[in-house]
Every structure is written in C-alpha cells, then in structure tokens.
C-alpha cells in the first residue's frame, strides 16, 4: 500500500513521503486521514449552503470538523480507531446536513457516502488523496494544499482556546468556507489566493482569540526563570500546549509528592502566574520534540501527551506514556474528557507514584521565559530610548518549529552570531537550539526574550507593531529580522498571519515546502520578499549590510 503525503518540512527526499511517512504514519493513517479530510470538505459544502442562508451551524459540527482537522496534522493521531471513529461521525453529520440544505449539490465530496467496512474505506481514499486528480493544474493544487495545512494550524490553536471556553465564530464559519473553496472549480488561481490570505487573517484573529483565552484565565506572562534539570521524587512530563490539561493535572496531584515537568511547547506555561504558583510545578524536562525517544527512554516516570508531537513510543516507555484530547497512538492508554471537559488522571498517578522517580537532584540550571506582549511592552520605554541612543542595533525573532533533518544547527549558530547590540525574540520549539546558552545582557535588558508558544506569534506582532507605532514607521521600516523556522502546519497558519499583516522579508527555513509550486513560490518572493535561509554569516551580512 503507498501513500502521498507532503505537508511537513520532513517530507522525504523534500518531495513526499510514499512508502510511509518520516513522521511515523503508515500509508494506512495516511489513507483514511485523506478520506476524513475528504469527508471534511463535503460536510463544509453542505454548511456552507447554510451560512449562505444566513443559518447557523451547530458548535458540535463545528468542533468536530476542527478536531478532524487537528487530528491529521503531523504527529498528533497515529490510532487507526480513532480514525474510523471520526469517519463515522462524519457521515453522520454530513446526512444531517444533506437533509437541511435538500439542494441539487454536484460536487463529488458531498454526494459520497462512507463504505461501511475499513477495507472499503481504504480503496475509497485513494480518489481522496493529494493526487487523486492528475488533471488539476498544479499551482491550484499547490494553494489549495496550502489552505488546506494554515486550517489545520487555525484549528489546532482554535481547538486549545475552545477548550477553556473561546472562540471566534468568523473563524468557525471560515472553516466551512475555505474546505467548500477547495471544492470549487470555477475559482481562478488569484481567488485561491485570495483566500489563502484570508486564512492568514483568520489566523491572526484565532491567535489574538487563544492570547485573550490564556491571558485571563492564567493571568498575563511575566518573567520567571525555570529549572531545566531534575529534582528528586516521583515525576510526570507534560508535553504540548494545552494549559488546561496542565492545570487539571496540577489541582490532582498537589500535595501527593509528585514533580511536575513541562515539556517542548508547555515550557512557557511556567510565565503565568495561575499555573506558575502550584509548587510542584518544577522545571521543564529535556529538549525540543524530536528528541522525546531518547530522552523518554526507560525514564521512572510518567509522560502526558496532550497535543502534538507525538513520536512512536519506544517499548521502554510504552506503558508509562498517556495521550488525551485527539492525541493517539495504537495500545497507549488513552484519557479522555467527561461532558465538562474535565479528567481523571488517577492512572497515570498511582503509575508515577509506582515508578519512584529520581533518586537525587541534579544542580539547578535556570533559563528565562515569560516575555509575552504585556511583559515585554512594560519594557517599551526603555527598549525604545536603548535604540534611539544605539545601545540596541537591531531585533531578531528567531524562532518557529524544531525539527530532525541536519541543517537546523543553522539557528543555533545564527543565534550564537548575532551582534551584542541586538536583542532576540524567540518562540515556539525551535528555541530549544539556542535557549539553554547564555546571552547576556543589553541596555539593562535580557539579549534573549522567550515570548511563548508557536501561537504567541501573535505576542511577537503585537510588540513589533507597538515598536512601529512608537518610531512612526511601518512594521517593515523596523530594525527587525525574522528568521524562522518551520516543520508541521501551525507553522504554516503563523506564516500565512504574518503575510496578511503585510509583513516582508521572512527568512524561510530549513527548507522550503514541497507543497508551494514554483509559480506560487515566485508569487510568495515577489509579493513578499520571502527568501530561502543560506548561511548564518551570509545572512546577517545582507541583513547588516
């Protein structure tokens, strides 16, 4: 069975993955992923007939086709279940809606209905996939992949903000809109991109949602330094982004004797002063995604996965790993939700209690976060007067998604490289290259200003344009670079948000995506300056001048 899947930076050969997927999906994930994102797109003509009508759609369609929508992005949902579950689903939901809109619909997404074994699925999904239709000219396909990768970035961050109870209904309706788009062959290639660049708005409105979201139900981010090393006692590791999980976990295990570490993209939750005040909230553990094998191996404590990225779990730690919300693998203990979106984590609490932790504490080793936008403004005076009397030259954001492939050491030592008068941004996994080293300082100031999760690329805009507003200049007259890396498809959404605010001259790296045809390439470099990352020594030059 082969398969076609190219929407990480991973993708093999830099063209895509066929025989099965770098990041661990067999072509079967793959098939009845492109069969469910396929389902998507016929649920979303059907509503978008609807909201055409001026009706609304129910929110349980509407997180159902954003968790689908999650749940296929890279490394989130290996578990073949939960894939024919959602496939079940979906064509119930598409028949609800198929009765409501009771209109002569033509499109071949809508009018098909699921087989009802697996088998039949899996020969179904292959008219589903990215190459199903070797006519469409390549470009229209190149966009509507890229859409098609920024809604999955939209939802993951929509998802994490719905959790706690926020969300946008522009951003719900749109999901509807732009699945239906991808559907529509009368659209030309400018209104493809078109929308393209309205999924870019619709991920700085979703980022804005999720940092509103975060802000007042944590409280604001403030700096707070962090043990990176580890303490004696029984521990469990929370890794991907959903502070609610985190603090769930927290309120159970108070007072039980249990450390509690982030990991990766929860690293930032230790900024904000609702999750930060728990006492067992340690440290963090380890470092970026992709090194979670050899970093879980046979360690005495528990790991909670509660989004992406998952890797396949080693069988030396397979029964001591938990996955919940659409986080999945096959024979890993799953923890799901009640009707509130509450949990019980007693399992993986009496497991981490019966592992024993580690014996002795390591030296504390200590590393800053909690630069969000507020934090960071608090400093505008100063950061301000800094420039105007040339203490600080220039800023950087570097940052984005980590990733395996040989090339990223480039951050590392671009970061390593940048001038002492400068100060740099940073957010999302990839500043695990360079955040452990030490930066110093600047006018009074940290060098290095950890502004949060990949979402808080909204965090780094909003500081960006306050500095703008304060100069009189636009945010592309600033002595600002942005260097970033990119991996799965949140990244994509950041990229997209960043375009739509009209911001120009992005440094794009490791690689650029398989996805973007050369003709949407060029649209890309000459509307917005993006440029492909070279060395770390040739790109400060020409940024430097």
């Known amino acids: 069975m082969e398969m076609f899947c190219y929407q990480c930076e991973q993708t093999a050969f830099g063209k895509g993955c066929t025989k099965g997927g770098v990041c661990g999906k067999t072509p079967e994930i793959a098939a009845l992923q492109d069969l469910l994102i396929y389902q998507l797109k016929g649920i979303s003509i059907y509503a978008n007939k609807l909201i055409e009508k001026g009706e609304k759609i129910d929110k349980e369609v509407v997180k159902f086709v954003e968790d689908s929508l999650f749940m296929t992005l890279t490394n989130v949902n290996f578990n073949s279940e939960d894939h024919l579950k959602a496939l079940k689903k979906s064509q119930q939901i598409k028949e609800v809606l198929r009765e409501k809109v009771n209109a002569d619909v033509k499109n071949e997404e809508a009018l098909y209905n699921l087989s009802s074994t697996k088998e039949e699925m899996l020969l179904d999904a292959k008219g589903a996939g990215i190459m199903y239709d070797e006519q469409l000219d390549g470009d229209i396909r190149s966009v509507r992949e890229t859409l098609k990768y920024g809604l999955k970035g939209i939802a993951a961050y929509s998802h994490q903000a719905r959790f706690i109870n926020y969300n946008s209904d ?186 024993g932790g580690y014996e ?35 800023f950087f954001l570097i940052g984005g998604c980590d990733g395996a492939k040989p090339g990223r050491n480039y951050y590392t030592e671009f970061a390593e490289k940048v001038p002492k008068d400068a100060i740099i941004l940073t957010l999302a996994c990839g500043k695990y290259r360079f955040n452990k080293l030490e930066f110093g300082e600047v006018a009074g100031l940290p060098r290095l200003l950890d502004v949060g999760q990949c979402n808080d690329a909204y965090s780094a805009v909003r500081i960006a344009l306050a500095l703008a507003d304060a100069f009189g200049c636009g945010i592309n007259d600033l002595p600002l670079s942005l260097i970033i890396s990119w991996y799965e498809q949140k990244a994509v959404a950041d990229l997209l948000a960043l375009l739509s605010l009209g911001v120009k001259g992005i440094y794009l790296g490791p690689s650029l995506p398989a996805f973007l045809s050369p003709n949407v390439l060029k649209y890309l470099v000459d509307n917005f300056d993006i440029k492909p990352i070279s060395t770390p020594d040739e790109d400060l030059k020409e940024i430097l001048g």
């Open 170 to 355: 522009e951003v719900d309706d749109f999901y509807f809109k732009a699945l239906s788009s991808m559907t529509d062959d009368s659209l030309k290639l400018e209104e493809l991109i078109g929308c393209l660049m309205k999924a870019g708005k619709m991920s700085v409105k979703v980022m804005e949602v999720l940092d509103k979201a975060n802000n007042e139900k944590y409280n604001s981010p403030t700096p707070t330094k962090v043990n990176v090393n580890i303490k004696k006692g029984p521990f469990i590791v929370v890794s991907g982004h959903d502070f609610r999980d985190l603090q769930m976990l927290l309120d159970q295990t108070e007072g039980k004797g249990i450390n509690i570490y982030t990991h990766g993209e929860m690293l930032p939750a230790h900024g904000y002063p609702e999750l930060n005040k728990y006492s067992h909230l340690v440290g963090n553990f380890g470092s970026a995604w992709q090194n979670q094998q050899k970093e879980f191996d046979s360690i005495p404590g528990c790991i909670l996965m509660t989004t992406n990225c998952l890797m396949k779990p080693r069988d030396s730690y397979k029964d001591r790993i938990f996955t919940t919300s659409v986080v999945g693998f096959d024979e890993i203990k799953h923890i799901d939700k009640d009707e509130n979106g509450n949990k019980d984590f007693s399992e993986i609490i009496e497991k981490a209690l019966e592992l």
């Open 360 to 394: 002795e504490d390591d030296e504390v080793k200590e590393i800053l976060v909690g630069f969000g936008h507020k934090a960071t403004l608090s400093n505008a005076e100063a950061i301000i007067n800094a420039v105007k009397n040339g203490q600080v030259k220039h």
